[in-house]
């Protein structure tokens, strides 16, 4: 009798970057998709999470409800936008019941963190936040998270630089880092005259497949 195969099955959940949206985001982790798929012995279902709030552009969404995006500022204050803040991070509950893992890009971060920091025993496997905005708070109660996350920069990413975006770590219990250069597919005058071109999730196979490990194992 031939042996049966042992396949766990884990749900993630994709959120998009400012001025996104959910069909934009299947496009830019497409390749990401592709590789989790083929892990063996375990079956990864990926879905793709549109932001609330639409904006004045078609098919443009924002995880906030502010007339601005939150890259205008430096940082994301909890005191300022508690408000806010705590109807998105209830709303973003309602919407990850059965989700085991979260891949976060630009702008979804900040309220990825804030839900984290208000539901810090949420039963999340492992979360990767890539080219993450700041989430800061000045309540002292709140404990590190303790969830295993992977922080993705670009070295040249100039709308969240690398040294802020490295400034998660401290909300974080356990934290692993994957740094990696535009550099290798673009000039720096091609960067310099698009910072979009280093402000993305990284497309080659060598660093996809380190995201891939870091979530499979």
């Known amino acids: 009798m031939a042996a049966v195969e042992n396949i766990s099955e884990h749900k993630i959940l994709f959120m998009h970057g400012f001025a996104q949206n959910a069909k934009l985001c299947e496009s830019i982790f497409s390749n990401l998709c592709k590789k989790l798929k083929k892990v063996p012995n375990q079956r990864f279902v990926c879905k793709f999470l549109q932001a609330p709030h639409k904006l004045d552009t078609n098919f443009a969404f924002s995880w906030f409800p502010f007339r601005y995006n939150i890259a205008d500022i430096p940082s994301l204050k909890y005191s300022n936008f508690k408000e806010?803040?705590?109807?998105?991070?209830?709303?973003?509950?309602?919407?990850?019941?059965?989700?085991?893992?979260?891949?976060?890009?630009?702008?979804?971060?900040?309220?990825?963190?804030a839900m984290l920091m208000t539901e810090p025993k949420l039963q999340l496997k492992k979360v990767v936040l890539i080219s993450p905005f700041l989430f800061q708070t000045d309540n002292p109660s709140y404990l590190k998270i303790p969830i295993s996350a992977l922080i993705v920069i670009c070295a040249e990413d100039k709308?969240?630089?690398?040294?802020?975006?490295?400034?998660?770590?401290?909300?974080?219990?356990?934290?692993?880092?994957?740094?990696?250069?535009?550099?290798?597919?673009?000039?720096?005058?091609?960067?310099?005259?698009?910072?979009?071109?280093?402000?993305?999730?990284?497309?080659?196979?060598?660093?996809?497949?380190?995201?891939?490990?870091?979530?499979?194992?």
Do not use: C, G
């Open 84 to 113: 806010h803040i705590d109807n998105e991070v209830k709303w973003l509950l309602e919407q990850i019941n059965d989700v085991d893992y979260i891949v976060a890009f630009s702008q979804a971060n900040a309220l990825l963190i």
């Open 159 to 217: 709308v969240v630089p690398s040294i802020l975006a490295s400034q998660e770590h401290m909300v974080f219990q356990h934290v692993e880092t994957l740094s990696w250069s535009a550099l290798e597919k673009y000039s720096i005058v091609k960067l310099d005259a698009d910072p979009k071109l280093a402000h993305r999730p990284p497309h080659d196979a060598k660093h996809l497949d380190k995201i891939v490990a870091f979530l499979s194992n």
